[in-house]
């Protein structure tokens, strides 16, 4: 830590986490250098950790405690049902613990942070919710496209891709999306990139519109591919589904090829990679 940032931090007084109690946090979506100061704090302080698959490792070796428990959920993949972490969470706290729930990009950002709070807030647990970059902003910044810009676009819109059975959701009115929003950006899509990609057509997006594939963004794995709106799909096919990959398409992408060439965005990178690993939960 330079002297400025040590004086930086004396002079700052983060609030207590205190026992007992629950911070629903995010962890940015994926550069470590994007947590937030309370983020930081709580990873100091907290006594165990309950995570996302979407946090990375580099972010999992900052926290103090060797507690750490995964309870992600990934399509396709293993995951943890909601009802069971939200027990978990209570349980945690019930025992006197500093409970840090570490979320991918924003907790109220398609991380399910608002079911969380309103199961804590029915138990009685104190909590508090910790912002964090969703990746929806943070990561289109990181290859060099600016959500809105002026004369280009005016409105964005945020959407999931699928819904609890990984199927793409029946109330995704794909024809409002395509005429009510600039910038479309889509969270885990790629599965169903096909379907949306037709109803984005169907509703009079033009084909020759770009689209744009940002995997682990924000992340020295950071990889973005580009195709048109009519070859998007099958673009989509070659890609790695197991990386976690925005989805976005509009205007502002055209800039794309004059800001990312002279864009800086190598991310932090942990200075002491000794610290604690994940050593399984409490009883």
């Not at 609890?164 to 910038?183: E, K, M, N, Q």
């Not at 070659?238 to 205007?251: M, R, S, W």
Request: with cysteine.
């Amino acid at each position: 830590m330079s002297a400025a940032l040590a004086r930086l931090m004396q002079r700052l007084a983060p609030p207590e986490f205190s026992t007992g109690s629950v911070w629903l946090t995010g962890a940015g979506p994926g550069d470590p250098g994007l947590l937030t100061l309370h983020a930081a704090h709580a990873l100091a302080t907290a006594d165990v950790v309950l995570h996302d698959a979407l946090v990375p490792a580099d972010i999992l070796q900052l926290a103090a405690t060797p507690h750490l428990e995964s309870v992600g959920k990934r399509a396709g993949g293993a995951r943890t049902h909601q009802m069971r972490i939200n027990q978990r969470l209570i349980a945690l706290a019930r025992q006197g613990l500093r409970v840090l729930r570490l979320k991918g990009g924003d907790p109220l950002v398609f991380g399910r942070g608002g079911e969380e709070a309103l199961a804590l807030a029915a138990a009685a647990v104190p909590f508090r919710i910790v912002p964090g970059i969703s990746a929806g902003i943070g990561g289109l910044a990181a290859a060099g496209i600016p959500l809105t810009h002026r004369g280009l676009a005016r409105s964005v819109a945020f959407a999931t891709g699928h819904d609890l059975h990984g199927d793409l959701p029946g109330s995704l009115d794909l024809a409002a999306l395509a005429r009510g929003a600039d910038v479309l950006v889509f969270y885990m899509a790629l599965r169903q990139f096909p379907a949306i990609a037709a109803g984005l057509l169907a509703a009079g997006r033009p084909a020759g519109d770009g689209v744009v594939f940002i995997a682990d963004a924000t992340t020295g794995r950071q990889c973005v591919h580009e195709a048109s709106l009519a070859k998007a799909a099958a673009r989509a096919a070659t890609l790695d589904h197991t990386a976690p990959t925005l989805i976005v398409t509009g205007p502002v992408l055209q800039l794309r090829r004059l800001i990312a060439p002279m864009q800086q965005a190598t991310p932090m990178a942990l200075a002491d990679t000794n610290a604690p690993q994940a050593a399984g939960g409490l009883s």
